[in-house]
């Protein structure tokens, strides 16, 4: 590839190519409901933040960050939503405690 322009256009064409595929995957949603394990508020020069501790059966057990105002009790079922893409590991997002 001895010729600059080639190159260019290779790599613009690959980068396109790549935003492309990322772009175009599907994400699916589904819900997901796990038991609290340990609700922790922490403090931190920039503020606070809350996680919870989970256990459900799709998923083993996993901290999640959720609202500053989520008090769960321990042992509760707290409720989440979960992104699912073919290209990124999948997220959740609190959405209630019971």
Known sequence: MDNPKTYSLVLIGSIALLLLLLWGSPTSEKTLSATVINNTLTQSLDGQRRYLTIDAPDIEQQR?????TTDCAIGSTATFRQATSSTFEPSLSFVSCN
């Open 64 to 68: 999640v960050a959720v609202p500053i």
